[in-house]
């Protein structure tokens, strides 16, 4: 029996098929951590905890919790700055009396932080005050959680302590579940203490150990896995033959069973090994010989383990479960004649399992069912980094318990009904699915209809189209724009202002530009007085705060003068340009990530085009016929850039729609030298124009991208070959480059696709 284990491991992992089956989920999982990754307004980038950790690294506990309170008042006193500016914005009797209730009521503090304010120079981690303010309030949320851990210990005891001393309930009071449940946890946690726990931030661990994708790519795994064990046999008649044989019975389902632990337990520590690698990489490293409770999100844990232990256990724990699903998989598959079948039961069940965790309120008289189902069960940070008693008729009973047991019984049943059913297994062989209705392909005399329909249809192109295509459009309206109080301003005064020149307009600036002058020379005079001893530092602030309120919007009408000057010496007109520096990438430059997933998308359909001409030997027709290659070639040519060319307009035109919502995109008519960071453009085309020219630069690098995956299918006439060195010529430099290495742009096709952001890159 134990002969046969490698065979059976080898008989499935050794089909090319089954290879190029893993590699894709791979390849999905490593794309699935990345773009659920991806920063927006209120979401801080990876690099911002690896720049943490690495601050944190050589502190000892207390330093670290000086460093981050320092941090945390630093944030708070710059976004007190930002809302005393936000109600001074108003512009009315209203925002002042607002304005003056807050500066009596926070004394000092926007005198001291508006200087950082100004400078921007409290950006230690992200790039904008949202992003800084959201990470910063998760570190300092972590930080309080982990410091006050060994007070959350005595807490549990205290409460103990106080059930205990309190004579005034009466027996029945003292039986309840309540009470019970209070002394189940002090019994809990009373072995526990916090000499292992370190603070550190923790996205790495539970974003690696807490993705759903990597448990539905898991489970899709052993669905592959599980119907070629049985079904394969059936589809060739094999079963007459092996249960004929000596321990044909026994010894064939044993081996199978324990192939399918062995496969279940190497794919998951794959998977969360990458995983793993993959943060560390992007998020600093971790300390693996910490307590557990050292993560804010486990501190609630009751088990003594290090954080390395807590991943040995959540792997293992996760592969015993998919093996008790993959047994009962083989039953379906044993006593199935369809080969499909199977599969659609296991859907279903995990479908419905996913309803029952997402839909059934914690507090429910159902939480049983939330958690005890398999996708409840997949959520090992919640069995061994959290803490839950179920009622059971008044007793508390362990969550942590109830899933190991339960786990343990599914596998036990799952072997003893494979055994069982393998032993009266009946039907040998599979049966064809007979639809009552049928689709047939109908030739097309249009040979461009004819490689459209196989391309879109027969090889897959308009499922992975439209995957993509949901995916950019996902990510673009997922891009949330929030104008600072000083783009509020600007915004205001550009909008009044836009259009060409004229007195009104110029009075305006003039003003505005006289009451900045007077705000300067306000703070000015002051200095003086302080210099020569005649006022305090401390009563200079107080007469400083109004100026330096006003000055809080020098920087925008900075933007507002600089476009005032280019129009008095060459003509011109004004233009709101915050839309445009976002569109073409100078504030936002999302063009690395939207170019890697078009690469991706158009590599995948571009793939299977013409490799399937070679494989069917469809090829030596037709370049025995009259311009019959050429012609085909041209026709499949037009379908992908057709293709690549919608596809590459779905983020432009997305992105155009959110961004104009916030920051309108108008005068179009306007010459582009007008936008500031295009004033030294070589042509001063109208902006619509410059737009039409970008939008197609950016399609014409997806369409080289096709002109390329095209050439190397030719070369290779094998998909799979193709898709991998389509991957790696095209896809490993912009993986580079949004690594960090940016010399590796250079040796990819990103430059035509962003060069407006290299341009802008260059002069700003």
Known sequence: MFRLIPFELGRIWKKR??????CMLLLIHVFLLWYTSLPNEQTPPLSAYKKICAQLDSMSE??????????????DGVCFVQNILAMQSFQNEMGNIFVKQEMERNPGV????YDSYQSGNYLKFT??????????????AEWQKVYGYGDYLKSIQENKNVLSGISIFGIQEQNSYSARNLLKSAKDYENLTDETVRFMPSRGITSAMQNIWTDILLFLSVMLFTGSLITEEKEKKLLFITRSTKNGILGNISAKLLALLAHCILLTALFYFVSLVFFEWNTGSLSL??????????????????????????????AFLLFGIGTLLVIFCILSQVAALPFLIGSAVFGVSMLMYSLIPASSPLAVLKYLNPVGLMKTENLYGGYLNFNLFGHPISRLFLSLLLIVFLCIIGTAGCLWFFFRMQGFEMKKIRLPFSFPFQPHSNILRHEMFKILFTGHGLLIFMLFFALLAFHSFDQSYHPSIGETYYQDIMMRLKGEMTEKKEELILSEKERYYQAFQTIEDINRLVDTGALSREAADVLKAEANVTLAFYPQFQRVEKQYQHIVENGGSFVYDTGYLYLFGAWQNVFPVHFLILSIGMILVVSYVMPVE???????????TRAGKRKIFVRKLAVCIGMAALLALVPIICRAVCIDSVYPIQS??????????????????????????????????????????LVLSIWRKNQVQTIFFALVILGVPMILKLLGFEAAKWFSLYPIYGWSEIFLQGIL
Do not use: H, R, W
């Open 110 to 113: 926007f005198e001291a932080y």
């Open 614 to 624: 070679y494989q069917t030997g469809a090829m030596f027709l037709l370049c025995a």
């Open 62 to 75: 207390e330093e670290k919790a000086e460093y981050i309170m320092d941090l945390k008042e630093t944030i």
């Open 289 to 318: 010989d910490a307590g557990i409770q050292s993560v804010a999100d486990y501190m609630e844990s009751t088990v003594s383990v290090s954080i390395f232990g807590y991943i040995c256990l959540s792997v293992l724990t996760k």
């Open 668 to 709: 179009f008519e306007a010459g582009i030298q007008n936008i500031s960071c295009f004033s030294d453009f070589a042509v001063n085309v109208p902006i619509g124009i410059f737009v039409l020219v970008f939008s197609f630069s950016q399609a014409a690098a997806v369409i080289l991208t096709v002109f390329v995956t």
């Open 17 to 22: 098929s089954f290879i190029l089956s893993v």
């Open 127 to 140: 790039d904008s005050l949202e992003q800084e303010k959201v990470f910063l309030d998760e570190i300092y």
